[in-house]
Structures are given as structure tokens and as C-alpha cells.
């Protein structure tokens, strides 16, 4: 019997696409279920109130064996990273993507419009320790100024932020030495460039590209289940289009991860969650500038419903 230790390149609802080595091989799971389940990386939920699928995504380890002529996942290797969205038929968090390096956010300005609110809450989805970048696409068009204070706010929160364009190539080899040789993954709202932007870092066309729904001017998913794309120093798990992210059950450590830039600014009570308590010195240090006023704005949407929560 042949034992091999694998990646999960792409799955299907009974079977997967497994890397090994530089080949790719089509595998089940042996027996009716895995034993045990890929876990929770940190403690960026509250595990006794959020339910978690666990089912394998693509980029996670497994062990394979082959025999009687097909190969079998036999068991799977500790997540070192996920990212988690809600899977509303399921009614569970499920991740959609594991073990990758550094995490790129990609956000539109122009057709579709750049939305703040799935930037300034994109990073609730994350689980584990990587490095992070916003990637702001589509340069060649003017940003609005309230585009430019959603990127520098993400600035001054500490995260990079890259500025490029798929049209006229600017910034795009930054964004390439900062993932080759690493495994990189691709978040983004539907209809943002980003399937156009990997066709121009890999140099070629890896992934169909869409149109925007005439009816909305919102994106159209053209990526349609999350993928693993290897070329050379190239790793990337791409993934379907997000029209925003759905954080539940956060715990506080995960919130202050999210929005380091509104949390130590001087409030009366170490605990206090920018809500309304008394002694909070939230609205004083927006007013003042010192904390992005739309990054406060959009945390506290994120807040006021119970669900989210922990």
C-alpha cells in the first residue's frame, strides 16, 4: 500500500482534488467520515456558542493512502490558519479556505463602488496568525476622497495596503515578491478584479473573468468554490466572491485584532465596547481625528446586532 501526505486542491460534495508533489489526484474520504475534524485555530469565537462545519477546505493537509486503485484520505494535519464565513444552508461557520501565509483582501473602488464596511470587517473571518494585505485594485481610475480615507485609515490601523491595477500593471510586483514562495489567499467582493488581478500576477489566464450585473452594478461570481493555483513560486487558494462577511460570536480578542486603532484610546473602563457606556472616549477621538470616524462607524454596524456578539 503507497502512503502519501497531500493538499486539498479543490473539492466537491463526494470528492476531492489533492495536490502531491507537483501532481494532482482525484481522492475520497475512507469510510463515511474522517475521525476527529479540523479545529478552531485561535480563540477568535466563542466555542461553546458558535457551530462550526467541519468539514476539509481546500489548502488543508491530509495523509492519503492508495489502494485497489484509487487514493483515500486516511486523516488530515493541524490547520495553522482558516478563513471563516457563514454557510447559511448549514447555518454554521465554515472555512473556505486553510493553512496559507498571508492573507490578501481585495477591494474594488469602481464598479462596484468600494464598500467599507466588508474592508473595515473583512478581517473578522480570519483565524490564526498570517500576514495580512488590503489590496485596493483598479489605480488606473480615481479614487474619491472617501475611497482615500478608507485606505488610509487601514494604514494608520497598522496593515498594509497596496494601491494596483490589473489594466496597467502598477503595483502588481509589489504585491507578487510579497507572496511568492508563500501560500497566499485571495479574498473579495464579487465583481472587485480579483480573478483578473491573478490572471496578471500569474501571467496568464488561470481564472474566468465576468461581468457586472447590469440590473445592481454588483459583481457576478465567476469563481465558484474555492481553488488551489500552483505555478512555479506561485500559491494562491482563490475564493468565490464575498458580498460581505458575516462575523459571529466574536470574542474580544478577536474584535481588538479586527480594530486595533479603537481600542487603548483612553476610555474610563478597560472593557468598554465603544457602545454607548459611560466614560467611552470613542466619539471624542473621532471628532478629533484620531480615530478613523467611518472605521468607528462601521465597527459599531458590525456590533449592534446581538448575534455578533460573544
Partial sequence: MITE????????????????GDELVNAVIKGKRLKGAPKVVSGAWDKKKALLDNSLCVGDLVDLEYESGSWKITGFRERLSSFVRYNFIK???????????VLCIVASHCSPEMNSFFVNTALTGLDGKCGIAFVFSKSDLPFSEGDLAVIDSIRKSGFDAICLSSKSGDG???LRSMIEGRTAMFIGESGGGKSTLLNRIFGRDIQA???LSKKKSTGCHTTTSSVLLCDGPLKVIDTPGIRFVRPLLLAR???????PD???IGCKY???????EAGCNADAEAASG???SLRLDDYRRMMSADAFLS
Fill in 5 to 20: 501526505k497531500g493538499e486539498v486542491a479543490l473539492l466537491s460534495s463526494t470528492s476531492f482534488q489533492v495536490r502531491i
Fill in 91 to 101: 447555518r454554521k461557520l465554515q472555512a473556505i479556505g486553510a493553512n496559507f501565509d
Fill in 172 to 174: 502588481i510586483s509589489e
Fill in 209 to 211: 473573468v465576468g461581468d
Fill in 253 to 259: 480578542a478577536q474584535i481588538e485584532f479586527c480594530f
Fill in 262 to 264: 479603537l481600542f487603548g
Fill in 270 to 276: 478597560a472593557d468598554c465596547t465603544h457602545m454607548g
Fill in 290 to 292: 484620531r480615530v478613523s
